[in-house]
């Protein structure tokens, strides 16, 4: 289990560094434009908060929909920035990524376009990050390197 949540994949400082300024970028853009404004609007956004139509999520009302994506965006997003349970949190940010892509925005138009309101293209970009991490792990410069130490030296 403790492999699972914590494995940080390679070991090369190159690709490390590549991985850390993937993190860094993905996770604090999310957190500071998208999550943050969701927590301080809490109030006015819970009352017409899209629900997902995916079993069992289709359960939720306004409110813990609004929680459950606060949560993928914020705290999903703060642990990938650490490297801390990066390929737990990856894809729960991914998975939210996807929602928000095909649930939420199901009808916009694939890519953003000169007048359009909205579209599947930011969540999408979103998404190849979260993927990205959830094969290859956080890397050396993690909080997941130092829990889960390996004996053996990776470079792949």
């Not at 404004?37 to 079993?55: G, S, V, Y």
Request: overall charge positive; charged content about 15%; glycine content about 10%.
């Amino acid at each position: 289990m403790k492999k699972f949540l914590f494995d940080c994949g390679t070991r090369d400082p190159a690709a490390s560094a590549g991985l850390f300024l993937l993190r860094l970028g993905t996770g604090l853009m999310m957190c500071i434009g998208h999550g943050i404004p969701k927590i301080q609007h809490f109030a006015e956004l819970k009352e017409h908060w899209t629900i997902p139509h995916i079993w069992p999520l289709s359960h939720m009302n306004e409110p813990v929909s609004l929680m459950a994506t606060i949560f993928a965006e914020v705290i999903a997003s703060a642990m990938i920035v650490l490297g801390l349970m990066t390929r737990p949190a990856a894809f729960v940010f991914g998975f939210a990524m996807v929602v928000a892509a095909f649930q939420v925005g199901g009808q916009a138009p694939l890519f953003l376009a000169p007048g359009a309101q909205g579209a599947k293209e930011p969540a999408l970009l979103y998404l190849l990050p979260a993927c990205v991490l959830i094969l290859t792990g956080a890397g050396t410069w993690s909080f997941d390197a130092g829990i889960f130490k390996d004996k053996r030296r990776r470079y792949l």
